[in-house]
C-alpha cells in the first residue's frame, strides 16, 4: 500500500515562493507515475503538475508554467514542488497524486490517480 504524506503548506504574500514535499512509503516514486493536484474553495479538483513514472515526462496546468516546477528525489523518495511567483489565486488545498501504472504521458484526471495524501493548505495574501 502506498502512503502519501504532504508537508510545506502555509501563508505567503503574492510574490513569494514555497515548496511542498510529498514523502512516499510502501514503493519508491520511480517507479509511480506523480502528480500535484489543487482544490480551491468552493471549486473543483484541478491537475497543477505531474510526471510520469521514472519522470519521463513532464506536465504542468498553463497557469502555473514558467512559475511551478515538480522534481524528485528518489533516494529520500520525496517529491517536490517549488512555487515561486505566488499570485492569490495559487490558494488552495495542495494534494500529492500517484498512481502505480505507467502512462507515456501525465494524466491530468483525478481519476487516474489511485493513491492520495491528506493535503496541505497554501495561502498566498495580495
Known amino acids: 500500500q502506498v502512503q502519501l504524506v504532504e508537508s510545506g503548506g502555509g501563508l505567503v504574500q503574492a510574490g513569494g515562493s514555497l515548496r511542498l514535499s510529498c514523502v512516499t512509503s510502501g514503493r519508491t516514486p520511480g517507479t509511480l507515475g506523480m502528480a500535484w493536484f489543487r482544490q480551491a474553495l468552493g471549486k473543483e479538483r484541478e491537475f497543477v503538475a505531474g510526471n510520469t513514472w521514472s519522470g519521463g515526462a513532464t506536465d504542468y496546468t498553463d497557469s502555473v508554467k514558467g512559475r511551478f516546477t515538480i522534481s524528485r528525489d528518489n533516494a529520500k523518495n520525496t517529491v517536490y514542488l517549488q512555487m515561486s511567483s505566488l499570485k492569490p489565486e495559487d490558494t488552495a488545498v495542495y494534494y500529492c497524486?500517484?498512481?502505480?501504472?505507467?502512462?507515456?504521458?501525465?494524466?491530468?484526471?483525478?481519476?487516474?490517480?489511485?493513491?492520495w495524501g491528506q493535503g496541505t493548505q497554501v495561502t498566498v495574501s495580495s
Open positions: 497524486a500517484a498512481v502505480d501504472r505507467y502512462y507515456l504521458m501525465v494524466p491530468q484526471d483525478t481519476g487516474a490517480y489511485n493513491y
